[in-house]
């Protein structure tokens, strides 16, 4: 998905992302285990933390701008622009890490990208990562789609958040043994009075394309908010109601 990121901005407000990170990286077993991919860098945060533990990593990232920010903060850590279902490395890696970026990537273009994470791993290698999985977020789905068909346009879901069933048989597929999976309810608190209204403005981008207009997508977004309040603010604080899927996977 080509989205032109406000990198700083993401950095700034959104760093729980990469904070939640941390309980992936535990599933990474460290013995023998020399070397990284940190698949969707972002900001590189993650991969600072790959670096930390002990492992030569390679940042990789589609994004220009969110590569501004990795390049600038971790100047000892090489990131390279390319895309996850297409990339390729001269020398395959002992680990691909990889945190709140597969859901970007479209059903059908999955395959592709675990061919690919597959080719790069070394025999042995582990395959460690956490995305949006079933039932992620479907109250905030639920009311914006509601708020589209209100104003007279239709919602595409931008986002693919798989079962384990289903992601675990494509894994298998491009020839990884799936070891773990774990499907879990986590609500995420959005930091202030604006919590979920900045939230989408920040995250939920090519739905809007089809309305094209900026006082209706506030209006849209505005009523959205107001609908999920009930459900998603709790106690002065907004709530992301976030499921992940987090799996690890190893090479044979
Ligand atoms: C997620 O991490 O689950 C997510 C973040 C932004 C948009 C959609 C999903």
Known sequence: MNITWDAEKYTKE????????NGVLELIDREKAKTAID??????????KLKDMGLDVIGIDS????LGIARKDYPDIPFIEADATSFSVDDPVDIIFSNAVFHWIDKDRQPDMLKHVSEALTPGGQFVFEMGGYGNNRLIHRELRKAFERHGYSYRMPFYFPSIGEYSAMIESAGMLVTY???FDRPTELRGDDGLGSWIRMFIRTPFIVVNDADKEAAIISEAVENLRPDLYHDGRWYSDYVRLRIKAVKP
């Open 181 to 183: 999976a774990f499907l």
């Open 39 to 48: 698949l969707g860098c972002g900001n590189g945060a993650l991969s600072r």
């Open 63 to 66: 994004s220009p701008e969110q």
């Open 14 to 21: 959104f760093s729980f992302v990469h904070q939640y990170g």
